[in-house]
């Protein structure tokens, strides 16, 4: 039975040298293509039960719209059955709709709320 002696690896080619003897090593920089992140609407549904009050109230507080906006929102709800009151990334998208349930849950409201993304 015959042995098969290992081969040794090739070297690479002699690399050009720094002036102090080191050799240099050149990286080529590729520009990265970076998407900006998927975007999600948060929406507050119409119901019959809910004040009008309350929602301006939750609109204000956990969107940071002033008194006009949040009432224009509002009768945007009330009138169409759906309206949006901001546009995030989906945590704090998810975080907002969390909020808003939580405020309607212990006002003893049935306001809806959902995120939905953006395409």
Do not use: W
């Amino acid at each position: 039975m015959a042995t098969k002696k290992p081969t040794n690896p090739t070297l690479p080619t002699e690399t050009p040298s720094t002036p102090d003897g080191g050799a240099t090593v050149v990286l080529e920089r590729r520009a990265q293509k970076i998407e900006p992140p998927q975007m999600y609407q948060v929406a507050m549904l119409n119901d019959d039960y809910t004040p009008m009050e309350f929602v301006v109230m939750v609109i204000q507080e956990f969107f940071s719209k002033d008194r006009e906006a949040a009432t224009q929102i509002m009768l945007k709800i009330h009138l169409d059955g759906k309206g949006v009151c901001g546009v995030y990334s989906r945590d704090v998208a998810a975080t907002k709709v969390d909020q808003v349930l939580d405020a309607a849950k212990q006002a003893g409201h049935p306001l809806q709320c959902v995120s939905e993304p953006i395409e």
